[in-house]
């Protein structure tokens, strides 16, 4: 079974560039999630869809952060304009479904590691 | 505020013995704890669930317990090897909300 997709694996840019990042999840997961990972952190979610609608945005930086998942697949997640504070690695995880009863394992590709100077 | 603390310096153990990492919490009442490994370089891998009506979970060399009135859970890796070489990601709740890890090295 492939797993989750992303790309591009590395990215460097110029603070108030823009930048975006695409996820290809592991095939009939409903449930697709974007985590912000700052070195020496742990993981932070910034937004999870299941299917093509947003379940949680709440940790979105709504002014300059944005992501679509359209047609319930892929997703991309965009930075317009980009913050030193930003650098990190941007991580696509998906499961089958959000748990109800049964817990439903997430499944992280390997991240985009965004540098901004 | 709600705060996921684990053990703040990094783990160097010998071969063969057991690795045994803290992860506490404040102010979260889960319904259940996880444990994900994660690789340099690579997206975290999810290793154990454990509810909050289970005391210890075991998954072949690695043992889980969980304490909701102490708010702790511990990870214990037995006779450990080279190749469990990583950090280990304590999870809560859902959505999740991750510790800041622990690096585990072990020496041959």
């Known amino acids: 079974e492939a797993g989750v997709a992303q790309s591009p694996r590395y990215k460097i840019i110029e603070k108030r560039q823009s930048v975006a990042f695409w996820c290809n999840p592991i095939?009939?997961?409903?449930?697709l999630y974007w985590y912000q990972q700052i070195l020496g952190q742990g993981p932070k979610l910034l937004i999870q869809?299941?299917?093509?609608?947003?379940?949680?945005d709440s940790q979105l930086p709504k002014d300059r952060f944005s992501a679509e998942r359209l047609k319930g697949v892929d997703s991309t997640l965009k930075i317009q304009p980009a913050k030193l504070e930003d650098s990190a690695v941007y991580l696509c995880?998906?499961?089958?479904?959000?748990?109800?009863?049964?817990?439903?394992?997430?499944?992280f590709g390997p991240g985009t590691r965004l540098t901004v100077l | 505020s709600q705060k996921i603390e684990q053990n703040s310096e990094a783990l160097n153990i010998q071969e063969g013995k057991t690795a045994t990492l803290t992860c506490n919490y404040t102010?979260?009442?889960?319904?259940?704890l996880q444990w994900y490994r994660q690789d340099p370089g690579r997206g975290p891998v999810f290793l154990l669930l454990?509810?909050?009506?289970?005391k210890e979970k075991r998954k072949e060399r690695l043992k889980v317990t969980f304490d909701t009135t102490l708010k702790q859970s511990l990870f214990h890796i037995t006779a450990s090897q080279p190749a469990d070489s990583a950090t280990y990601l304590c999870?809560?709740?859902?959505?999740?909300?991750f510790g800041a890890g622990t690096t585990v090295t072990v020496r041959a």
């Open positions: 095939s009939g997961h409903a449930t």
């Open positions: 454990i509810r909050e009506n289970e």
């Open positions: 869809f299941q299917n093509n609608g947003v379940v949680d």
């Open positions: 999870a809560l709740d859902y959505p999740l909300s």
């Open positions: 102010n979260y009442s889960p319904a259940y």
């Open positions: 995880a998906s499961s089958l479904e959000p748990p109800g009863g049964d817990y439903n394992e997430q499944f």
